[in-house]
């Protein structure tokens, strides 16, 4: 495995300021944000689709540096009733997958999406329950009418370009854990795996380890983030963990995402990275910041002196099983 970072946490930083920095940190690998939620502060799409010059320079750019790319992300949502959202999310996506073909990317990462609940809805409506039983038929008009026919033809287009797209679970889209995203990839192709984020696998109760264990069978972790998920007891003990208050209110919240290391202990991530690894996982485990405790630069060293020993010790536990 190797220690990466997704860039988006230093949007602030010039390119190149941004690739010196995290590569004296001693990060192997680089998550680039490209449009969509992340912004496109390091990457102008465009340009790099348009020039093969601008490209080799972006690539070089990193590679001189000792650094790879381990994904382009595009996080939106290409279902969303808006057809003007839906669209621009549709074409952003579709321009990574160009750009990340050209680059030599293999990875994609972005969100399922959410269509509305009808031809006529403005936003996007996300069922978590079966009963009354018109939620259950919104969910099957949702994944009939919407999410199959989008997803399989991007699955075409994606493997056209030689490109796969992780879908990173999260709740408030379609796909949101492991059963989702097994029921999309089996509905509409294998260039379709997941993002596992564990931070969103331990918000709703799900052990990631499991997670990977179920998953890991069907070929389709294609890539993985680094976040974690701290749990305020009593909170979640009068209220549960469904929660729509704003991050910022860290007091009154059931949880809140936290820098690796400061949700689950060394064990809990140690144990997570062993699974992948066993797994056949041999990808990068991709830093992700957002945690409001802590500032970036904080966040990200943190989460750096965490990882890296476990990541070293998976590598040296490959070299010893080879």
């Known amino acids: 495995m190797k220690l990466g970072i997704f860039t988006v946490l230093f949007s ?37 689709l348009a020039s093969a010059e601008k490209r080799a320079a972006f ?30 999310a549709d074409q952003e996506l579709r321009e990574t997958i160009r ?9 994609v990462v972005t969100f399922s999406g959410c269509p509305g609940e009808s031809e006529h809805s403005e936003n996007p409506v996300w069922v978590t329950c079966p009963w009354p039983e ?20 991007m699955n075409r287009f994606a493997a056209d370009h030689g490109v796969r797209i992780a879908i990173e679970a999260h709740p408030g889209f379609v796909v949101y854990n492991g059963e989702t995203m097994l029921r999309l990839r089996e509905a509409c192709g294998e260039q ?12 709703q109760g799900i052990d990631p380890v499991e997670a990977v264990h179920a998953l890991a069978p069907h070929g389709c972790i294609f890539h993985v983030h680094a976040k974690d998920t701290g749990f305020n007891k009593h909170n979640v003990a009068r209220d549960g963990v469904l929660d729509t208050k704003p991050y910022r209110e860290e007091l009154k919240r059931a949880w809140i995402f936290r820098t690796v290391g400061y949700g689950h ?9 062993s699974a992948l690894q066993m797994n056949g996982y041999d990808g990068v485990v991709s830093i992700e910041h957002e945690d409001s405790l802590m500032s970036i630069e904080e966040g990200f060293q ?21």
């Open 12 to 48: 602030q930083m010039p390119f190149e300021e941004m690739l010196d920095h995290v590569a004296a940190a001693g990060v192997d690998a680089v998550e680039i944000g490209t449009g969509g939620y992340p912004g496109n502060a390091h990457c102008d799409r465009e340009a790099l």
């Open 59 to 88: 690539l070089n750019a990193i590679t001189s540096r000792g650094l790879e790319i381990s994904a382009l992300s595009c996080h939106n949502n290409p279902l969303h009733p808006n057809a003007a959202v839906r669209q621009k």
């Open 99 to 107: 750009l990340a073909a050209e680059l030599g990317v293999k990875t």
């Open 134 to 153: 018109e939620y259950s038929r919104v969910l099957e008009w949702q994944w009939r009418e919407k999410v199959i026919p989008y997803w399989t033809e």
């Open 192 to 203: 379709l795996g997941i993002n596992f984020d564990p931070s969103h696998m331990f918000w």
């Open 265 to 273: 202990d060394q064990q809990t991530w140690a144990d997570l990275l």
């Open 302 to 322: 943190k989460a750096v002196a965490f990882l890296r020993p476990l990541v070293i010790r998976e590598k040296l536990q490959q070299m010893w099983w080879a």
